[in-house]
C-alpha cells in the first residue's frame, strides 16, 4: 500500500517556465510534509517542508501548497531553471510518532533551456 | 543543519560478500535511519538506529541480512551480508530532521 503518490514519474517544462510536481497521500496521520531533491549519484537534498497546521510555504523560488481535505501537496518552482532538472521526492510523516519518512516514488523534472 | 558523511562512496563487490557502510554525521543525533533506492524506485527506510538500543527493521528486512551497529550519537553502520545482484542500490543513511548522507552505490556482481 503506498501511502505517498506521485503519479507523474516525469515531466517536461521550459526554461523559465513554472513546474508543478504533485504529491497525494492516504494516511491522514501525516502532519508534516517535505520536498527533496536529488541527482544521480548523490543524495536527496531538502528543498522545502511544510505543516499540516499551514496550506502554503514559500521560499525563493519554491512553494508548497497543501490541501489537507484532498490529501494533496504541489510544489511550484518558477521560474524554471535548467539546474532543477533532478528527481524530486515527495515525503511525509508523523510528528511525534515514529518519525519515520515515506516517500513517493519521485518525479523527473527536465528543464529544457 | 547537520553534515553527514558516508564510506565508501562507492563499490563493487562480489556475490555472497559482505559490505559494511558507515555513516558519520557532524553532530549527536538520537536517530538515525537507513534506507535503500534500487534503480529506478523510490527511498525504502530499512531500519531505524537509535544509540543503545536495537535497530527496528521494516517489514521486508531482517537483521541477519542487514546488521546495524549504533556505537554512539554521531555514528552508525550498516552491513550489507551474503549479497546478491539484487542488493545491487544506493544506501544513504538520514537523521531526525530529514537530511541526508551523500549515498553509497554498491553493486554486486
Known amino acids: 500500500d503506498q501511502q505517498v503518490k506521485q503519479n507523474s514519474p516525469s515531466l517536461s517544462v521550459q526554461e523559465g517556465r513554472i513546474s508543478i510536481l504533485n504529491c497525494d497521500y492516504t494516511?491522514?496521520?501525516?502532519?508534516?510534509f517535505l520536498w527533496y531533491k536529488k541527482y544521480p549519484a548523490e543524495g536527496p537534498t531538502f528543498l522545502i517542508s511544510?505543516?499540516?497546521?499551514?496550506d502554503k510555504n514559500e521560499d525563493g523560488r519554491f512553494t508548497v501548497f497543501l490541501n489537507k481535505s484532498a490529501k494533496h501537496l504541489s510544489l511550484h518552482i518558477v521560474p524554471s531553471q535548467p539546474g532543477d532538472s533532478a528527481v524530486y521526492f515527495c515525503?511525509?510523516?508523523?510528528?511525534?510518532?515514529?518519525?519515520?519518512?515515506?516517500f513517493g516514488k519521485g518525479t523527473k523534472l527536465t528543464v529544457n533551456p | 543543519s547537520a553534515v553527514i558523511s558516508q564510506k565508501p562512496s562507492r563499490d563493487i563487490c562480489q556475490r555472497g560478500t559482505s559490505l559494511t557502510i558507515q555513516c558519520q554525521v557532524d553532530?549527536?543525533?538520537?536517530?538515525m535511519f537507513w534506507y535503500r533506492q534500487q534503480p529506478g524506485q523510490s527511498l525504502t527506510l530499512i531500519a531505524t538506529?537509535?544509540?543503545?538500543?536495537?535497530?527496528?527493521?521494516e517489514s521486508g528486512f531482517v537483521i541477519d541480512k542487514f546488521p546495524i551497529s549504533r556505537p554512539n550519537l554521531t555514528f552508525s553502520t550498516l552491513t550489507v551480508s551474503n549479497m546478491s545482484p539484487e542488493d545491487s542500490s544506493i544506501y544513504l543513511c538520514?537523521?531526525?530532521?530529514?537530511?541526508f548522507g551523500p549515498g553509497t552505490r554498491l553493486t554486486v556482481l
Open positions: 538520514s537523521v531526525e530532521d530529514g537530511f
Open positions: 494516511n491522514s496521520m501525516f502532519d508534516y
Open positions: 511544510i505543516s499540516s497546521i499551514k
Open positions: 515525503a511525509a510523516f508523523t510528528q511525534g510518532g515514529s518519525e519515520k519518512l515515506v
Open positions: 553532530s549527536q543525533v538520537t536517530m
Open positions: 538506529a537509535n544509540q543503545g538500543s536495537e535497530a527496528t527493521y
